[in-house]
């Protein structure tokens, strides 16, 4: 992708390329006028000097007639070359290249000029008699074009580089960043979008804030009443009767996990740094999950990852939670290495969501509409993906050779490939 600065930049040189094409046809196409006035020329003087066929001293005398009132150096050549008269220091023949009725060029430390007799006789004159304005209107826009080129880069690289600051500042807040904020520099248009981005990236951080902390609070403030109702069960043990108090026992249960996943995504959320980064043996984590849970088996390749052993348990417990939640068993479970990377494949011998549930399994609170189990809070995956990418990977659904989903999780290996 070409960077804005570099399209400014050429369009710029592009404009300037294009002025002076403009300005080389104009005088292209004035040339013939300039020629006609160059043959005009030619002729004038041609009639003020001697004839062709007059003695030198004749032509000498018309020549000083001619270059009465210049200051300058003026020879008059024959046509094959040969000096006929000259004032002052007489010139060089300016050679075939220059048999045009006007001529210029440098030269000798001066810039000389030409005009062609329609006899064929040639006068150079130390001072420009036409084509220097042409000459020099060139130089004058090659020079004006270089100026220009050179000048308007860093403007421009100035330019877009508050663009690029900007841009870094949102892609800073939209990686979670909620303090990134941009310097406001000038007072322009780009000044007034910074300063427009800072006052958006404040609310957002302050809507955030307060979104968590009520979440939060919230979740804590669940566990009060939670306690009271495991203590009022406690004490209905005697009257109650075994399935009611099995009912209430199992409600209780739910609520409290439901909190500690709230808790766990809110922290998860606020916390955008790893509170603990330990070297993992992958495997050996898996199996000791695996062994909490009947009918699953286990196979893979020990793989060391970085990342919190707190977390990384949580992310495989709750794969194998819905498994057994909403799956047929056995549960499989294998660890392998693909890349850079350690993969994490769960999978059952029940059907799975359908593909077009993929995504939105990993949406906090979705619920399958056609789960023979509704019990879960759907909580469980969205975790599963928070951790997954805290840890520098990912969580997705696919769909195994057999037609049954599996989920994988993604996470980088120390190990390497």
């Excluded at 023949?93 to 430390?109: K, L, V």
């Excluded at 040639?122 to 270089?146: D, Q, T, Y």
């Amino acid at each position: 992708m070409l960077r804005l600065y570099l399209r400014f930049y050429l369009a710029l040189l592009a404009s300037l390329a294009l002025l002076g094409l403009a300005s080389a046809l104009l005088l292209h196409f004035a040339g013939g006028p300039m020629e006609q006035a160059g043959a005009t020329v030619g002729k004038l003087v041609e009639n003020v000097l001697a004839p062709i066929d007059s003695p030198p001293a004749e032509q000498q005398a018309a020549l000083q007639k001619v270059a009465a009132g210049l200051d300058a150096n003026v020879t008059l050549f024959s046509a094959d070359g040969a000096v006929i008269a000259a004032i002052g220091r007489p010139l060089p023949a300016p050679g075939e290249r220059h048999d045009h009725p006007f001529s210029f060029w440098h030269g000798h430390g001066s810039a000389t000029s030409s005009v062609r007799l329609p006899d064929g006789r040639l006068v150079v004159a130390s001072v420009p008699v036409g084509a220097a304005a042409r000459i020099n209107f060139h130089l004058l826009l090659i020079g004006a074009a270089l100026i220009i080129g050179i000048v308007a880069f860093p403007i421009v690289r100035q330019l877009t580089g508050r663009l690029e600051r900007l841009q870094r500042g949102v892609d800073s807040l939209g990686g979670g960043d909620l303090a990134a904020r941009v310097a406001v520099e000038g007072r322009d248009e780009i000044a007034s979008l910074a300063a427009s981005f800072n006052r958006a990236a404040g609310q957002i951080e302050r809507l955030i804030l307060a979104n968590r902390s009520l979440l939060a609070n919230a979740s804590h403030e669940l566990r009060t009443p939670l306690a009271r109702i495991r203590l009022a069960v406690e004490l209905l043990k005697q009257n109650a009767d075994p399935k009611t108090k099995a009912g209430l026992e199992q409600d209780i249960a739910e609520l409290d996990e439901l909190v500690a996943e709230i808790l766990l995504a809110s922290r998860l959320d606020t916390v955008t740094h790893h509170e603990v980064r330990e070297e993992i043996d992958l495997l050996a984590l898996a199996a000791e999950e695996c062994a909490r849970y009947d009918e699953v088996h286990l196979e893979g390749v020990n793989l060391k990852v970085q990342g919190d052993p707190r977390l990384l348990r949580r992310l495989l417990r709750n794969l194998l939670e819905n498994a057994r939640r909403h799956g047929i068993p056995p549960t499989e479970v294998r660890v392998q290495r693909e890349g850079g990377f350690a993969l994490i494949r769960v999978w059952d011998n029940g059907p799975g969501p359908a593909p077009a549930e993929f995504d939105q399994l990993f949406t906090p609170f979705y619920r399958r509409r056609d789960s023979q189990n509704n019990t879960g809070n759907g909580l469980g995956l969205s975790l599963v993906r928070q951790i997954a990418r805290r840890h520098g990977g990912d969580a997705r659904c696919a769909t195994m050779d057999e037609q049954r989903s599996c989920f994988i999780v993604t996470l980088p290996s120390g190990d390497g490939a």
